[in-house]
């Protein structure tokens, strides 16, 4: 588990970050409870957040030609647990814990990722044990000695969860804007987040079906210009337009205190992402410089690193944010 936190640490250096190293490393080692192995004890991947089943996946981010000064990585607690209950509880206790680590961290905002837990999930026992249960952090030199942003990720693949959501919380249902027979997109996952100001946001994550050829048009259809845009830059920057469809997508809404934020985020299951990489980042960051850090954090800790996904930010002055995302896999794991 330590080499994710000085993978962090280096990353955080590499950026020129001035993230406090003793508070990267404990926040990581408690988000995700001190467990980092790619297989549970059946065998079977721990984490549904990455291919290599390793519950740890960082990002960079930026936009318009810069970057975000912000370390940014995805967790999971408690992946060795196998019975979904003591996992529930595990992921509770390290929200409650990690909430400690905000600016403006309180029991409110420890109240408010319980009761989304338990809106979407009511009985733990009947959530599937791979459910996406995943923890988001992020670091910003603002603040070197605290965590900017806690976000917790729900799974959606528990029966009538997205009703209580939106019944719980009116903001997600202007976002279920799919008709509930399309078959080709639906609703995956929602988080949400709060920043170091107090701020909430709420985000819903659709997916769209793996290998289809229809995926693409079916994306403009529902979601317009702005998947337009990000299905063109894709192409722009080097995707062959006639195998847009082997891509995963997922489209997302997020939600704070200003207007809605269009996002879609593109992985490939077989390819390599590295050259579309580049040259997105080379567009939107304006350098490859914090891509490239990721594959080197990755090296200098003893890991390779694969590119897994590129996330586009649509507003109405266009494409105003490109994140890329990466998971260090390590030969033990």
Same mark, same amino acid.
Request: aromatic share 8%.
């Given at each position: 588990?330590?080499?994710?936190?000085?993978?962090?640490?280096?990353?955080?250096?590499?950026?020129?970050?001035?993230?406090?190293?003793?508070?990267?490393?404990?926040?990581?080692?408690? *988000?995700?409870?001190?467990?980092?192995?790619?297989?549970?004890?059946?065998?079977?991947?721990? +984490?549904?957040?990455?291919?290599?089943?390793?519950?740890?996946?960082?990002?960079?981010?930026?936009?318009?030609?810069?970057?975000?000064?912000?370390?940014?990585?995805?967790?999971?607690?408690?992946?060795?647990?196998?019975?979904?209950?003591?996992?529930?509880?595990?992921?509770?206790?390290?929200?409650?814990?990690?909430?400690?680590?905000?600016?403006?961290?309180?029991?409110?905002?420890?109240?408010?990722?319980?009761?989304?837990? *338990?809106?979407? !999930?009511?009985?733990?026992?009947?959530?599937?044990?791979?459910? *996406?249960?995943?923890?988001?952090?992020?670091?910003?030199?603002?603040?070197?000695?605290?965590?900017?942003?806690?976000?917790?990720?729900?799974?959606?693949?528990? +029966?009538?969860?997205?009703?209580?959501?939106?019944?719980?919380?009116?903001?997600?249902?202007?976002?279920?804007?799919?008709?509930?027979?399309?078959?080709?997109?639906?609703?995956?996952?929602?988080?949400?987040?709060?920043?170091?100001?107090?701020?909430?946001?709420?985000?819903? !994550?659709?997916?769209?079906?793996?290998?289809?050829?229809?995926?693409?048009?079916?994306?403009?259809?529902?979601?317009?210009?702005?998947?337009?845009?990000?299905?063109?830059?894709?192409?722009?920057?080097?995707?062959?337009?006639?195998?847009?469809?082997?891509?995963?997508?997922?489209?997302?809404?997020?939600?704070?205190?200003?207007?809605?934020?269009?996002?879609?985020?593109?992985?490939?299951?077989?390819?390599?992402?590295?050259?579309?990489?580049?040259?997105? *980042?080379?567009?939107?960051?304006?350098?490859?410089?914090?891509?490239?850090?990721?594959?080197?954090?990755?090296?200098?800790?003893?890991?390779?690193?694969?590119? +897994?996904?590129?996330?586009?930010?649509?507003?109405?002055?266009?494409?105003?944010?490109?994140?890329?995302?990466?998971?260090?896999?390590?030969?033990?794991?």
């Amino acid at each position: 588990m330590g080499a994710a936190g000085e993978f962090l640490v280096d990353l955080a250096e590499r950026l020129t970050l001035r993230c406090d190293p003793a508070t990267v490393r404990a926040v990581m080692e408690r *988000a995700c409870g001190g467990q980092l192995d790619a297989r549970r004890p059946d065998g079977r991947r721990a +984490s549904l957040l990455t291919r290599s089943g390793i519950p740890f996946e960082v990002s960079v981010t930026g936009g318009r030609g810069k970057l975000t000064p912000v370390l940014r990585y995805t967790t999971e607690t408690a992946t060795q647990n196998m019975e979904i209950g003591s996992r529930a509880d595990a992921q509770l206790a390290a929200i409650r814990d990690l909430v400690g680590w905000l600016p403006q961290g309180d029991e409110t905002v420890v109240d408010l990722f319980q009761s989304f837990v *338990a809106t979407l !999930y009511p009985d733990p026992t009947k959530v599937p044990a791979h459910s *996406a249960t995943w923890i988001g952090v992020a670091h910003d030199t603002a603040a070197p000695h605290h965590a900017d942003r806690l976000k917790m990720y729900c799974g959606l693949n528990v +029966s009538g969860a997205l009703r209580r959501l939106c019944s719980a919380w009116p903001g997600f249902a202007e976002f279920a804007s799919v008709p509930d027979e399309e078959k080709l997109i639906r609703p995956a996952i929602a988080t949400i987040e709060v920043d170091a100001h107090g701020e909430v946001i709420h985000k819903l !994550y659709l997916r769209a079906r793996y290998d289809d050829v229809a995926v693409p048009m079916k994306l403009v259809r529902y979601f317009g210009d702005p998947a337009w845009e990000v299905l063109s830059e894709l192409v722009r920057c080097g995707a062959d337009a006639a195998e847009l469809h082997q891509y995963n997508f997922f489209v997302s809404y997020a939600l704070g205190s200003g207007a809605p934020v269009f996002g879609l985020d593109v992985g490939a299951r077989q390819n390599d992402l590295t050259v579309l990489v580049r040259e997105l *980042a080379s567009r939107h960051h304006g350098t490859t410089h914090a891509v490239d850090a990721l594959a080197q954090a990755a090296e200098s800790c003893g890991a390779t690193l694969r590119y +897994s996904f590129v996330g586009m930010g649509f507003s109405d002055k266009g494409i105003d944010k490109l994140k890329v995302y990466g998971t260090p896999t390590w030969s033990t794991e």
